[in-house]
């Protein structure tokens, strides 16, 4: 059984950081695309960044471009997505996805490639 979980949201000012992380059980993410999503209240869940089954190709959403780092630890089976300048509108629940298709790219389109989904966590950036 393939399990998801995400940690490290919280409460940050503006400005601030946090780190992500997405640890996996019944699976090696090692050999599967990652990505993030999140959801806002009252708006569509929105994929932010994923990185890619082979080559570990990056892809971001303009608004996370320069901000945010998606990276993964092969030793401890984890994905990691790091967070700078943090904003009020990056207010939501994010989500840790993977999807089993072995491809040197990754998708930030095509939410149904994404086979197996964390439980969200919530991150909160205060004014």
């Known amino acids: 059984q393939v399990q998801l979980v995400e940690s490290g949201g919280g409460l940050v000012q503006a400005g601030g950081s946090l780190r992500l992380s997405c640890t996996a059980s019944?699976?090696?993410?090692?050999?599967?695309?990652v990505g993030w999503f999140r959801q806002a209240p009252g708006k569509e869940r929105e994929a932010i960044s994923c990185?890619?089954?082979?080559?570990?190709?990056?892809d971001y959403r303009d608004s996370v471009k320069g901000r945010f780092t998606i990276s993964r630890d092969k030793a401890n089976n984890m994905v990691y997505l790091q967070m700078g300048r943090l904003m009020p509108e990056d207010t939501a629940v994010y989500f840790c996805?993977?999807?089993?298709?072995?491809?040197?790219?990754?998708?930030?389109?095509?939410?149904?490639?994404?086979?197996?989904w964390g439980q969200g966590i919530q991150v909160t950036v205060s004014t």
């Open positions: 996805t993977a999807d089993p298709a072995y491809f040197s790219y990754c998708s930030l389109n095509y939410e149904s490639m994404y086979e197996y």
């Open positions: 019944g699976v090696s993410l090692n050999h599967y695309s």
């Open positions: 990185v890619s089954a082979r080559d570990d190709n990056t």
